[in-house]
T-cell receptor
Framework: GESVGLHLPTLSVQEGDNSIINCAYS??????FIWYKQESGKGPQFIID?????DKRQGQRVTVLLNKTVKHLSLQIAATQPGDSAVYFC?????????FGAGTTVTVRA | EAQVTQNPRYLITVTGKKLTVTCSQN?????MSWYRQDPGLGLRQIYY???????DKGDVPEGYKVSRKEKRNFPLILESPSPNQTSLYFC????????????FGSGTRLTVV
């Protein structure tokens, strides 16, 4: 069946370092993948998305990489800041729903 | 401000007592959806709606009802809540089928005792 999952449940990063959050997916027919950030007490917030016909997409301090050969998705955060501490979810999108992985909790050390 | 508004933010209720969680969006979005979030399970879709009077089941619809009488509102109804419906609930909306990212509300934490 379909599944979207993250490799590691937690990630501790030194402030100023780059963060890499990984995600594996199983549905090769998915058209879109999205990364969400969820801070404590808040709803998921859209970070960046990537279409399945792309390998890389960059935003402000974030880059998403898609490797369709091994069904792997990653989110890179440059110069990690304390405000980046949150739970990060990858999600597989079709026209009416998002299928989420379980999330990676990122903690930024001062 | 463009947003999805849910009420209440917190709710404690007893088994079997009907309740409604309201959701409203001010972005004129066609699609709306309800998710529940549980530890270790991530977010799972309960119901979704593609437009007024058009709704369908998501992955975990049992024990829930929804309605979409107006474009902006999408209430979640628990006719007879049970303890296994204790969860964090999120309403979300998106413009249409050509957009992919949902905008989420701030969540409703429901406890059924």
């Amino acid at each position: 069946g379909e599944s979207v999952g993250l490799h590691l449940p937690t990630l501790s990063v030194q402030e100023g370092d780059n963060s890499i959050i990984n995600c594996a997916y199983s549905n090769s027919a998915s058209d879109y993948f999205i990364w969400y950030k969820q801070e404590s007490g808040k709803g998921p917030q859209f970070i960046i998305d990537i279409r399945s016909n792309m390998d890389k997409r960059q935003g402000q301090r974030v880059t998403v990489l898609l490797n369709k050969t091994v069904k792997h998705l990653s989110l890179q955060i440059a110069a990690t800041q304390p405000g980046d501490s949150a739970v990060y979810f990858c999600a597989e999108a079709n026209d009416y729903k998002l299928s989420f992985g379980a999330g990676t909790t990122v903690t930024v050390r001062a | 401000e463009a947003q999805v508004t849910q009420n209440p933010r917190y709710l404690i209720t007893v088994t079997g007592k009907k309740l409604t969680v309201t959701c409203s969006q001010n972005m004129n979005h066609e699609y709306m959806s309800w998710y529940r979030q549980d530890p270790g399970l991530g977010l799972r879709q309960i119901y979704y709606s593609m437009n007024v009077e058009v709704t369908d089941k998501g992955d975990v619809p049992e024990g829930y009802k929804v309605s979409r009488k107006e474009k902006r509102n999408f209430p979640l109804i628990l006719e007879s809540p049970s303890p296994n419906q204790t969860s964090l609930y999120f309403c979300a909306s998106k413009r249409d089928s050509a957009t992919w990212g949902y905008t989420f509300g701030s969540g409703t934490r429901l406890t059924v005792v």
